[in-house]
Structures are given as structure tokens and as C-alpha cells.
């Protein structure tokens, strides 16, 4: 599905990611693990194409995004892709629903549809009672999971989340988690950057440190560089 090759990034003279490579196959759950600033965000901004590499590629379904025009790396977003950027954009002027249906009117969904979608995903984060509030009426946490909502609710082939659990509290982390496992079980791919060791329990974890990748294993309920 996607294959990140000797990625590199660099702003300035700062080097935040060094030669990553690494391959998301169907129905995979990855964990990009790291401290804050260590370039998880940057590297989730390059495979969800709002962002470009200095070098390396990102090949998603055979096309690599580095080199990509415009109209073809929304083609691939609106189809197939979901993304959840960490700042939990939304739309002040649209209500939580319509914010939610966006994907879904880009991608030409019927009005019908659009509203079952939104409906379903709404109860599974728990926000069924909020679906006609603006962004300025939630909460930091409702906000995060509106935007995991909006980002599922088209059922993309590859999930991209940042931060999946920040700002919500232990029953919402695992009503997220639960979420997110079964969208994999479904055969989605997804990709979330965490420093959070919750999420790790449920997901193939990638440790970035000094900008690079390496692969992390359990052993005796601690994980360690493999």
C-alpha cells in the first residue's frame, strides 16, 4: 500500500529526518513512537502529502507523492486517504456534522449517505449529542475526536492520525484505540505519531529518535530497541 524510502528533511540547518524507510501494508497498524520534537509530525505532514521531503520517496499504490502534481495528490486524499492533523482544524462557520461530512461531500457522497456516515461515526466517539455545535462550543478533547471522525468517516484504505489519544481522558483513549482496531480489522492501514503508551499496546511501533526509524519488540512488558 505505502512505502517510504531513505526519506530526508531538513529546515534550515535543523536535519529532522535522516534516510526513514519503512513499508504500511493493508490492514497494518503502525505507531510512529517519540518524544515531542523529535519530527513525528513531520514525517505524518509527508505521507499525508501537505508536506515534501528534500529527499527519498513515498509511494502510495505505485505512484510516488514526492513527485506528484497538485491535482493528482488531492485525487489520491479525497479517495483514499484520512488524515487527523494534531491541530484539530475545523471549520467555525459549520457545525460539528458538517465538518465531519466534508470528505464525504469532496468525494461526492449523496446527502442520504452523508448524513447516515455522520450519524454513525458521531455515536462511536461519543459526540451524538453535540452534532449541531460550532468548533467554539467543544472542548479541546471533542475536538480531537470530531476530527478522528472526520478523517474515518469516508472509510480511506490509509489512516493517517496525529496525536490520536492527546487531550482525551482514558475512556475516550479506548473508545479511539477500539475505533481505530477495528478499522484495521476492516483492512484500512494506518499510521498514527504518539508519544502515548497506550496506543503502542495496540499497534507495530517505530521509535524516532535523532531523526531515524528503528524497529521496537517487547520483552517482558518493557519494549526495547530491536
Do not use: W
Amino acid at each position: 500500500m505505502l512505502t517510504v524510502r531513505n526519506l530526508a528533511k531538513s529546515y534550515g540547518r535543523v536535519k529532522v529526518l535522516s534516510d526513514v524507510s519503512f513499508h504500511l501494508n493493508k490492514g497494518e497498524f503502525i505507531a510512529i513512537f517519540g518524544s515531542s520534537g523529535v519530527g513525528k509530525t513531520t514525517l505524518l505532514n509527508i505521507v499525508a502529502m501537505y508536506d515534501r521531503p528534500d529527499e527519498g520517496e513515498v509511494v502510495f499504490d505505485g505512484i510516488n507523492i514526492v513527485n506528484a502534481s497538485e491535482d493528482i495528490l488531492e485525487r489520491i486524499r479525497v479517495a483514499k486517504v484520512g488524515f487527523a492533523h494534531q491541530s484539530t482544524y475545523m471549520i467555525e462557520l459549520l457545525t460539528l456534522s458538517e465538518n465531519v461530512a466534508l470528505p464525504l461531500f469532496l468525494a461526492g457522497f449523496s446527502k442520504g449517505e452523508r448524513e447516515k456516515r455522520v450519524t454513525q461515526l458521531l455515536e462511536e466517539v461519543g459526540l451524538e449529542d453535540k452534532a449541531k455545535n460550532k468548533p467554539s462550543q467543544l472542548s479541546l478533547g471533542q475536538r480531537k475526536r470530531a476530527c478522528i471522525a472526520r478523517a474515518l468517516v469516508a472509510d480511506p484504505r490509509c489512516i493517517l492520525i496525529d496525536e490520536p489519544t492527546a487531550n482525551l481522558d482514558a475512556a475516550n483513549k479506548q473508545r479511539i484505540l477500539a475505533l481505530l482496531t477495528r478499522k484495521q480489522a476492516e483492512g484500512a492501514g494506518i499510521i498514527v505519531a504518539t508519544h502515548d503508551p497506550m496506543v503502542t499496546k495496540h499497534a507495530k511501533v517505530l521509535e524516532l529518535t535523532d531523526g531515524r526509524l528503528a524497529p521496537l519488540e517487547t520483552t517482558g512488558g518493557t519494549r526495547r530497541p530491536r
